[in-house]
Structure formats: structure tokens, C-alpha cells
């Protein structure tokens, strides 16, 4: 039976931190432990402004979880200075929200809502409610307290702007922007959930397309563009999709979108 997965309040470690991932994609070498490469971090002077205790944190509860746990990190290291950044970002955002679900619902449920509904922006209370809808759903493990379900609501919203999904000006309210998965980001989901043993069907209607706005018919059109370069193989009848998957590894997609 698989286990309930709760909201935690891990995003407070850290939101979206692009700069420091980059930094510690530079650092890590494979095999190591978030231990070793904290102090790698720490001796390197690339952190002058980061406390010793932040920089704990940052490598032990954001960069770990996020990119270590879930096999990424050599992926995005293959990535980085090939990548155009728009990818990267988008990559980012996906391991961020595939580590702390509260995000990757707010995403889902509340930005994307807005964003079909035609809104401008996303306020400070709007997460607050959703935070607490959620308090009230039992999606925590415990109730949250008033400065927590606060703290928490702030922290979605900046984790937003991090990634390019809300403007970065720190208002009460913040302008929705517009957001185009990336060619590069499609494949790379693509495969990787091909690899994790998802039929094709599965993996048009995987929940992960939701973060990117997309739904099943959105994401077999996607398929279909990455099928012009050849990268896929795409036949489609009524609600069935068979998919042919040319590239045996993630590590010859990522080559492929370094080439890009």
C-alpha cells in the first residue's frame, strides 16, 4: 500500500535558488554525499554571502532531495552551460515540485486555474487560502500553525517568481506570466518517463505535463513536434497513442539537448 504523501514545510530551506543550484551543480562529483559536498561548498569561497548554517541547509534540504536522491544531478550537469536557461529553469522547477508536493499542487490547482481563467495576477491571499484549504483537507501531518500556513503562503508565491512564473516584484499581488514549455524541457520529461516504465498512453496523461499547464491532448500535440526532429515516433487512433523511443538512455537525450 503506498504510503500517504503530506505537505511539508521543506520549501522554507530554500525556494527556488537557480544561482546556487548552478553553483553546486559545478562542485558536485558523482558518488558524493550532501555531506561531503557541503563542505566542498563551504571551503570553495563561491558562498561568501551565505552563512555556514544556510549553506546547510541549502545543500542538505533543498540541493539533496531535489537533484542527489533523484539521480539529476549528473543530467543537469551534462545540461548546464549547453542548456539555454529557459530549460534549466524549467528542469529546475520540475525537481523542485517533484520534492515538495504543496508546490507542485499550487501550481496544478491555483496558477493554472487562474491562468485558464483569465486572471492578471495571484496574490499573497489567494496562496494563503489554498494553504489553508489544505491545513483543513488534512494534507499536512499535523495542523499548522498561523505563522506556518503565513510563512508557507509566502514561500509558494516567491518559489513562483524564482521560476519565472509570477512577475519578481515583491507585491501584495503578483502579475501571472506567460509560460511556454520548452522543446528541450517536452523531450527531456518525455523520456525520462518512459524510462521510469510508463506505457505511452501513461505518460501523455502523467500528472507531471499539469505543471506546465498541459493537458493529455496538449501533450500528444507536443509529442508530435519532437517527432518532426525525429526524436520520436508518434502514431495516434482516437484516444490511443502508440509512441516508437528511437534513444535507449537518458544520458543520449541529454547529448541531444546539449547539441540543441
Known amino acids: 500500500m503506498k504510503a500517504v504523501a503530506f505537505y511539508t514545510t521543506q520549501l522554507q530551506a530554500g525556494l527556488g535558488l537557480i544561482e546556487e543550484t548552478k553553483l553546486l551543480l559545478s562542485l558536485y562529483e558523482p558518488g558524493q554525499s550532501s555531506a561531503a559536498l557541503y563542505d566542498k561548498a563551504l571551503s570553495s569561497g563561491m558562498f561568501p554571502t551565505v552563512s555556514a548554517r544556510r549553506l546547510r541547509n541549502i545543500v542538505q534540504e533543498c540541493f539533496s532531495?531535489?537533484?542527489?536522491?533523484t539521480g539529476a544531478v549528473a543530467h543537469l550537469q551534462a545540461l548546464q552551460g549547453h542548456a539555454s536557461s529557459s530549460v534549466m529553469h524549467q528542469l529546475f522547477l520540475y525537481y523542485t515540485a517533484q520534492a515538495n508536493l504543496i508546490l507542485s499542487d499550487f501550481i496544478c490547482e491555483e496558477f493554472w486555474a487562474r491562468y485558464a481563467g483569465g486572471a492578471q495576477s495571484i496574490s499573497l491571499?489567494?496562496?494563503?487560502?489554498?494553504?489553508?484549504?489544505?491545513?483543513?483537507?488534512?494534507?499536512?501531518?499535523?495542523?499548522?500553525?498561523?505563522?506556518?500556513?503565513?510563512?508557507?503562503s509566502s514561500y509558494l508565491i516567491g518559489c513562483c517568481a524564482d521560476y519565472g512564473l509570477l512577475s519578481s516584484r515583491r507585491t501584495a499581488e503578483r502579475t501571472i506570466q506567460p509560460v511556454r514549455l520548452e522543446q528541450a524541457t517536452a523531450l527531456y520529461l518525455a523520456y525520462k518517463l518512459h524510462f521510469d516504465g510508463l506505457g505511452d498512453n501513461a505518460v501523455i496523461s502523467h500528472s507531471t505535463w499539469a505543471l506546465f499547464g498541459l493537458e493529455p491532448m496538449d501533450v500528444r500535440n507536443e509529442l508530435k513536434r519532437l517527432a518532426r526532429n525525429n526524436w520520436l515516433i508518434v502514431q495516434a487512433a482516437g484516444d490511443v497513442t502508440r509512441i516508437s523511443w528511437p534513444f535507449k538512455s537518458m544520458e543520449e537525450i541529454v547529448d541531444v539537448i546539449a547539441e540543441c
Do not use: L, M, N
Not at 65 to 69: G, L, S, T
Not at 125 to 131: C, I, K, Y
Open 65 to 69: 532531495p531535489r537533484y542527489i536522491k
Open 125 to 152: 491571499e489567494d496562496s494563503r487560502r489554498f494553504v489553508e484549504q489544505a491545513v483543513r483537507d488534512g494534507k499536512t501531518q499535523k495542523p499548522w500553525s498561523e505563522t506556518t500556513i503565513k510563512r508557507i
